[in-house]
């Protein structure tokens, strides 16, 4: 386990907690959005639970309201960095 998420773990993580399959060059690309893969703020919000028992440590608030996948990777590692 590293201290980083990367796009291919996310794409993982959106299978096992909310159902939808993306590909890491999909999540990877600046223009993608959550809303347009149907990743709503729930699912969000069971990534970011299963994060924090991955890791054992709080992931930031806003991490469940991220718009995009770079967002949302930007805070969570971030946070894993920080030990936060």
């Not at 773990?9 to 999540?27: D, H, I, Q, R």
Request: glycine letters at 10%; hydrophobic letters at 35%.
């Amino acid at each position: 386990m590293t201290d980083r998420i990367t796009v291919e773990e996310l794409a993982e993580l959106m299978k096992k907690c909310t159902g939808v399959t993306v590909t890491p060059e999909e999540l990877g690309r600046e223009d993608t959005h959550f809303e347009s893969l149907g990743v709503d703020s729930l699912g969000l919000l069971g990534i970011v639970g299963e994060l924090e028992n991955r890791y054992g440590t709080p992931m930031p608030t806003d991490a469940e309201r991220s718009k995009s996948p770079r967002q949302f990777l930007d805070l969570v590692n971030s946070a894993l960095l920080t030990g936060a």
